[in-house]
């Protein structure tokens, strides 16, 4: 899918604000919509090509104009309506309650054991890392041509380096597929790879002759240079 999300490379959208000392939220709603995703998480709310495809499917000016996690906010609410969480009626009505009345206290229900268990996920330390036995085709120092695709549904294939030609930095161990995988199939993991790309290769002889760019590439986006 080549659509607004994947800004890596285009121009006309300022610099990138750093903030010292940056918080986690810069609001409480935020931690809520982060704590709410958590909590929903086992009922697949979001199925069947996950959250991600579902913030790429917004409406483009929506999309720009949308912070972080209004985005979330604002698949979530959609998916909660199409899985019949809540309907639409429902969800228009308490908006305009709190519109209304700001002073309301939002309604709030302590559900120890769902706490404990959400903190438990948010703090564990996973590893991503899948044991399969898969056997990885290149090396590290291995020239590679990453191939000109253009899936139809979410892809993680930044659209500047499609058909340039980089080098194997590192083997990153075997990881799920991450883009969306046809409906009813198992996103088979698979090699990563750090590749290395020369900013000229990428960008043009304009570009600086001893920079160079590091990307996480999956192993069937890449073909031998």
Known sequence: MNGVHDMGGMHGF??????ENEPVFHAPWEGRIFG???????HR???????????ESIDPAQ????????RWLLVTEKALVEKGFLSRAELDAK??????????????RLDQALRDRMQ??????????????????????????????NPPGHTRLPRYVRGKRGVIARLNGIHDFQDTPPQGEDASPQPVYNVRFSAQELWGETAGARDSLYIDIWESRLGAA
Request: hydrophobic share 25%; aromatic share 8%; proline share 12%.
């Open 95 to 108: 908006i305009e309650h709190f519109r209304r009345q700001p002073e309301t206290t939002p309604p709030e």
């Open 14 to 19: 300022g610099p990138i604000p750093r903030e």
């Open 63 to 70: 999309y720009l104009s949308a912070s972080y996690y209004e």
């Open 45 to 55: 709310v979001h199925d069947p090509h996950g959250m991600r495809s579902a913030l």
């Open 36 to 42: 709410m995703l958590q909590a929903l998480g086992p």
């Open 120 to 149: 438990r996920t948010v703090y564990r330390r996973r590893s991503s890392h899948k044991e399969t036995g898969v056997t990885p085709r290149y090396k590290v120092g291995d020239p590679v041509t990453v191939l000109n695709v």
